[in-house]
């Protein structure tokens, strides 16, 4: 599954793909901010900027544009959400001078941001992405 939505007037774009489309958007969106959501039961086997990073079942994963993601081609990619958008679809910052685009889960740590998720917020995310 694949889905595009894009705002033309502010050159905003937002992805949502899974299963046999979740490569190919991964690579279409390097210049997106990005969720990788795996809501299966089998780990997800990546590099993050050349780092190994399993991403267990019910974790989220947020990564920037400046980061290079790369899923290790021996496996079958298990049950995994891929969230990508652009600047244009979320930052407000060019239209309101007391607002930032960053935060914690992107530019606002050192290290890569992997969120494990309980039961309800696997089953609210399930639920918005449906």
């Known amino acids: 599954m694949r889905k595009v ?7 905003g774009s937002f ?5 046999n489309d979740f ?7 390097e210049n997106h901010l990005k969720f990788i959501w795996n809501y299966g039961g089998a780990p997800l086997f990546l590099l993050v900027d050349e780092q190994p990073l399993v991403l267990e079942a019910n974790h989220l994963l947020s990564c920037t544009y400046l980061q290079k993601i790369t899923v ?3 496996q079958a ?8 958008f652009n ?4 930052c407000i910052h060019t239209h ?3 607002v930032s685009c960053n935060g914690f ?13 309980d039961d309800a917020e696997n089953g609210r995310l399930r639920t918005l992405v449906s």
């Not at 939505?5 to 050159?11: D, L, N, Q, R, Y």
């Not at 992805?15 to 299963?19: K, M, N, R, T, V």
């Not at 490569?23 to 969106?29: H, Q």
């Not at 889960?105 to 998720?117: A, D, I, K, Q, R």
């Open 5 to 11: 939505f894009e705002i033309s007037s502010v050159a």
């Open 23 to 29: 490569r190919n958007t991964l690579k279409e969106t």
């Open 72 to 74: 290790l081609p021996e």
């Open 77 to 84: 990619v298990p049950e995994v959400l891929l969230l990508a």
């Open 87 to 90: 600047r244009g679809f979320y």
């Open 96 to 98: 309101d001078s007391e």
């Open 105 to 117: 889960l992107f530019f606002g740590s050192n290290y890569t941001p992997v969120v494990e998720l």
């Open 15 to 19: 992805h949502l793909a899974d299963g």
